[in-house]
Each structure stands twice: as C-alpha cells, then as structure tokens.
C-alpha cells in the first residue's frame, strides 16, 4: 500500500514558479516505484504532466518541457515538481500517483495510488 500526500499548492502570476510536493509512505515490498504528477483542469480529462522511474529517468508532457521538473528524493520519500514559467492555462488540481514497478507510463488506469490533490491557479 502507497499513501500519497500532496502540498505546495497556491495561486501564483503568469510567469511565476511554484513547487509542488508528494510525500509518499509505502511499505517495504514496494522497492521500486515509479512516481507521476498528473493535473485535472475544470471539465477536461485528467492528463499527464511528468514521471519519475526508479532509476530517476523522467518524461514530460510536451506542454510542460523545459518549465517543469520532476524530482525525488528517496531518503525522504518525496516527489517533487519545480513549475517554472507558469501559465494561465496550467491552472488545475495536481495530483500525484504512484505504480509498484521501476518503469513508468502515462496512462491513468495504471497508477493504483493516487493523492488528494493541490489546486494551483495561475491568473494573467
């Protein structure tokens, strides 16, 4: 079992950076997870932002290259997203998912474990 827990959240100016967390707690069968963050905007589908395997490769969305990044820092079981250059249309509820395998995908359906969400509002 995976507990995901989001933060960092906020509402920020077009052009601003905000850093989201996931601290996450797993049992000690789960040795090697891959890590996501995933955003659902009012009344569109929930899509895929950036993923973390367990050997820190990462993937992005091409909406987000070069103004997000995924990081993890394994000593504290946290993900992390560095949103840089923030635009009005990055505007959601971010959440964070987990999968018990070292590799990662994008689809939704594949992450079992998923956070509570944090709402990042980005005005122009």
């Known amino acids: 079992q995976v507990q995901l827990v989001e933060s960092g959240g906020g509402s920020v100016q077009a052009g601003g950076s905000l850093t989201l967390s996931c601290a996450a707690s797993?049992?000690?069968?789960?040795?090697?997870?891959?890590m996501g963050w995933f955003r659902q905007a009012p009344g569109k589908e929930r899509e895929g932002v950036a993923t973390?395997?367990?050997?820190?490769?990462?993937a992005y969305a091409d909406s987000v290259k070069g103004r997000f990044n995924i990081s993890q820092d394994n000593a504290k079981n946290t993900l992390y997203l560095q949103m840089n250059s923030l635009k009005p249309e990055d505007t959601a509820t971010y959440y964070c998912?987990?999968?018990?395998?070292?590799?990662?995908?994008?689809?939704?359906?594949?992450?079992?474990?998923w956070g509570q969400g944090t709402q990042v509002t980005v005005s122009s």
């Open positions: 797993r049992s000690s069968y789960y040795s090697n997870v891959c």
């Open positions: 973390i395997s367990s050997n820190s490769g990462t």
């Open positions: 998912a987990a999968r018990s395998t070292w590799w990662c995908v994008w689809g939704i359906v594949e992450y079992p474990y």
